[in-house]
């Protein structure tokens, strides 16, 4: 806000109105989100034409939206489990990553039946830490597949 300022309001004042009143937006700054309250309790709103009501006390507006950035990041794993459940072949996904991350082929292959994986991307999508699984399973089963290849082609000589 241009003026941060304290008001006594009718109910049903909308924010965009406060906020005009105190002088609008910094200029250069757009706010990429409003929340009614503070920043630790307040609650987002869609829209500053949002009227306020009796229990209103602030108007925060933030440059920054922390929240929108935390969801397109990757995490490490929660282990909700709720890739194992999507997963049509009834594959683990979070330990094959595991396996994965320790290089232990064997055990993604044979344990864990790595190679069944069909890449449909159902665990990608539902996974709330943002791995990319799928990804690293069609890279994992190339890399397996090359390997045997090469193998039997060594061994033909």
Same mark, same amino acid.
């Given at each position: 806000m241009q003026t941060p300022s304290n008001f006594i309001a009718r109910d049903g004042t909308t924010f965009a109105q406060l906020l005009e009143a105190s002088g609008g937006v910094k200029a250069g700054c757009t706010p990429k989100k409003a929340l009614s309250g503070g920043p630790m309790m307040g609650v987002a709103v869609a829209s500053l034409d949002v009227p306020i009501q009796k229990n209103t006390n602030a108007l925060t507006l933030l440059a920054d939206d922390r929240v929108e950035k935390a969801e397109k990041e990757m995490t490490a794993c929660l282990h909700c489990g709720r890739c194992s459940t999507i997963c049509p072949n009834g594959l683990v996904p979070a #330990?094959?990553?595991?396996?994965?991350?320790?290089?232990?082929? !064997?055990?993604? !292959?044979? +344990? #864990?039946?790595?190679? !069944?994986?069909?890449?449909?991307?159902?665990?990608?999508? @539902?996974?709330?830490?943002?791995?990319? #699984?799928?990804?690293?399973? +069609?890279?994992?089963?190339? !890399? @397996? #597949? $090359?390997?045997?290849?090469?193998?039997? $082609?060594?061994?033909?000589?």
């Open positions: #330990l094959m990553a595991d396996a994965i991350n320790m290089k232990n082929w !064997e055990r993604y !292959e044979t +344990k #864990l039946y790595g190679l !069944e994986c069909i890449a449909c991307g159902s665990c990608t999508y @539902i996974c709330p830490a943002r791995r990319p #699984l799928t990804q690293m399973f +069609k890279q994992t089963k190339a !890399e @397996i #597949l $090359a390997r045997k290849r090469a193998a039997q $082609a060594g061994g033909r000589k």
